[in-house]
């Protein structure tokens, strides 16, 4: 127990160290890395290790999109389900729920941030019309692939580690994706600037005005949306593990 701390401490401080995450969410990561060290042992510590780890090295590709620093809500978006999953060990669910949710975050992670810099104008998951690029639920067809690459090395990670068998994985990390996609055209909250017309995922808007809801529910926002998606990605794994 106090190597799991050291440990936990240690990771979280080098992740805020070289600008991964904020002080915050060092504390949240730190909290996660814990549980997960603590009840799944340090093969399952290597899994999320490396999701954070390959999802930091994606955030700082050129060009440079903002701030990469993770927060805690951001944190806790992608890690609560995972770490919950972990707490759960040995219950015969926990494993596969665990590389599931770990692969789901990894999935939109990387399509999200190879996408946005690479793949082109998106389009809505649904109906495909062109959208602005940042947009939540928008698509590209490179982010997608590179969705479908995280889940894949996600899967085989998972198997490598012992933890669960490559195909449920890497199909959850895709269908997780897919439901954060879905989730983000649907149901999460978009905000339109009743000065200048610029829309975004926050009622407050660059030029300083506030913005009116334009669809989805107003307390919906994106890190809702990827915990919800981890939970997608979750159980399905636990669905199609045999
Ligand atoms: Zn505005």
């Known amino acids: ?9 240690l990771l979280s401080a080098v992740a805020w160290r070289v600008g991964a995450l904020s002080a915050d969410g060092a504390v949240a990561g730190a909290a996660v890395g814990f549980a997960v060290i603590l009840t799944g042992g340090w093969s399952w510590a290597g899994l999320l290790l490396a999701f954070v780890v390959a999802g930091s ?3 700082r590709l050129p060009p440079a999109a903002g701030p990469p620093r993770r927060t805690t809500r951001q944190v806790l978006a992608n890690g609560t389900v995972a770490a919950l999953a972990a707490l759960a060990h040995p219950a015969a ?5 665990f590389a599931g949710a770990v692969a789901a975050a990894w999935a939109d992670t990387w399509s999200s ?15 495909l019309q062109p959208v602005d690029p940042g947009t939540s639920g928008g698509v590209t067809a490179l982010g997608s692939a590179a969705g479908v690459a995280a889940a894949a090395l996600c899967g085989l990670l998972a198997a ?15 269908l997780g ?12 909250a978009a905000f339109r600037c009743t000065r200048c017309g610029r829309r975004g995922e926050t009622p407050r808007c660059a030029c300083g005005a506030r913005g009116e809801l334009e669809r989805g529910l107003r ?9 919800l998606a981890t939970a997608v990605g979750a159980l399905a794994a636990v669905a199609l593990h045999r």
């Open 1 to 9: 127990m106090p190597g799991a701390l050291v440990a936990a401490t």
């Open 177 to 188: 994706a897919l439901a954060d996609s879905l989730l983000g055209a649907t149901v999460q």
């Open 113 to 127: 941030e190879f996408g946005t810099r690479y793949g082109g104008p998106p389009r809505r998951v649904v109906g």
């Open 93 to 97: 669910w926990a494993a596969p729920g």
């Open 57 to 59: 090295l994606a955030s």
């Open 219 to 227: 307390w919906l926002d994106n890190d809702a949306v990827n915990l």
């Open 160 to 174: 490598a580690f012992g933890i669960a068998p490559v195909p449920s994985t890497a199909a959850a990390g895709v």
